[in-house]
């Protein structure tokens, strides 16, 4: 792994070195590196590229981490990943994806479909970033679609801060009984780039509950799309959340639907897109920072 | 005009006898009345269906009423009303459809126009209301079109409570610098009702503001849909609040829509759908009313 590489690594898991506990790490479109444990089996797909992720009912205090790494220009990844945390497991997974091209467009598409058993827990890192020369495009779109069985419950980080100039999110979920899943997003783009997200989620059991946040950052040219899709069919929960900073000659659109098939359904959204209120730059201003910094503690703190 | 028509003349436009001021009453697709004033001129459309409503720049404190009446069975009417008020005019239109059918079908379309002159102010209301047997239908589908020039506010209140099976309600609105567009809409659905509201506002001049305040309460098997798409194209402000009851089997869905095409629009939206809360009800039967009665009083609170 040269420099480049190990960098991309750092950006999308936090890691300096190998991780600890169960790793894959994908390299260009190939396996690069791989650790088991007693509880997690990692097996690499037959039928088309990806692994399945095997997590033993009852595995706590665990992670997985899948980086996916690519420092080659031109190239298209696609990857199926299958998650099966087992009942009861309380586990954390760290994906993500860094690009870092010159001279030639790279795209990744990861799919990522989630079973969670019964009762079991887990917590979902996702990170993009991608780097390289203007001329050459970055392209991410990642699919995560959450099947969660009874009681099951998901939490869902996910963040694209820099470097990716087209990407097409999307997540969708199933919830039984007593579900729940919360999902946390944020977006921050720069120059031409353009990001849609777009989540659906099913409550179908009694008692399950969503909670979609976007925060967003538009600078420059760019253009975001947000849209969700929370349909409640049960007694159930929803909450969606679209927060959006827009900049310069920034374009966003916040698209949400709430959908109440059953009179025990209690749906909830807000949304609000706006300017850096002038009184806030003002303030940091008066301490001596300049407007452009000033602008850059406000995206920081909204965005952390 | 028999028992019948005076009766939903009193539903849809509140009047016991003839209005004062300019008014305009077609009965099952024909002129029933007209009256004008100094400065209110209604002309008959001679290439279509409706009339010309003409207000004098600076007309103050008037009204013109507009109420349509159907209490034939199988009727299906279609009217073009535009609405031309002169720069700095300040009055009132009440518009209102009421259908009375046994036997039949009946169906009005009222696509209503209007344009405001610089500075201009409107308040618009309208009533839908529906009688008659079970088994015939009543299809109302209002189209709104609403131009406003520099520093014209209109207002306008929407109201079907009762009696209409099948709406689709369409309004439309671009506002030119410091225009300003409120629209209150209260709807009710029962039985096997179907409604849809569609808003497209679009700011387009600097200073420009929208409110869309939507309240709506969806009873039995009834479904209702509302759409909203706010477009700030400048520095412009726009709010949009969907509050929904749901009861019953109903189903609701609100989609609304922000779309922030400057760095200077103010975009916010509200949606919560929801059934009455138990603790309402329990305040309200502890009083002494019956469960249904307290839905009720909450509902026409919620309406109010």
Redesign the interface.
């Known amino acids: 792994m040269d420099a480049i590489e190990k960098n991309l690594l750092k950006e999308v898991a936090e890691l300096d070195s190998l991780p600890v506990g169960a790793y894959n790490i994908r390299a260009n479109g190939q396996l690069d590196g791989r650790h088991t444990t007693a509880n997690i089996d990692i097996v690499t797909k037959t039928d088309k590229p990806g692994i399945d992720i095997y997590i033993k009912p009852g595995t706590k205090n665990e992670s997985v981490h899948i980086p996916v790494i690519i420092s080659k220009a031109g190239l298209k990844d696609l990857v199926y990943n299958d998650f099966h945390i087992g009942e009861g497991a309380d586990v954390t997974i760290i994906a993500g994806c860094g690009i870092h091209n010159c001279g030639g467009d790279s795209q990744h598409d990861g799919i990522h479909t989630f079973y969670l058993a019964k009762n079991a827990r887990l917590r979902y890192v996702e990170k993009h970033y991608g780097e390289g020369d203007e001329t050459s495009k970055r392209v991410m779109n990642p699919t995560t679609i959450v099947h969660l069985e009874e009681g099951a419950q998901m939490e869902m980080e996910t963040t694209q801060i820099a470097g990716i100039d087209d990407t097409i999110r999307k997540t969708s979920g199933d919830l039984a009984a007593g579900a729940s899943l919360v999902v946390r997003e944020k977006i921050m783009t720069t120059g031409e780039q353009n990001a849609v997200t777009d989540f659906v989620v099913d409550m179908n059991g009694e008692g399950s509950s969503a909670n979609i946040i976007s925060r967003s950052v538009a600078k420059d040219h760019s253009r975001q799309e947000f849209i969700s899709r929370i349909n ?1 069919n049960c007694a159930c929960a929803g909450h969606s959340e679209c927060d ?1 900073i ?30 850096i209120a002038g009184e806030q730059l003002i303030k940091l201003m008066t301490l001596g920072l300049t407007e452009q910094q000033a602008e850059e503690q406000i995206v920081n703190g909204f965005l952390k």
């Open positions: 409640g959006a827009i900049m310069d000659d920034a374009c966003v659109l916040a698209s949400p639907q709430l959908t109440a098939n059953s009179v025990d359904a209690s749906l909830i959204h807000e949304a609000a897109i706006g300017k």
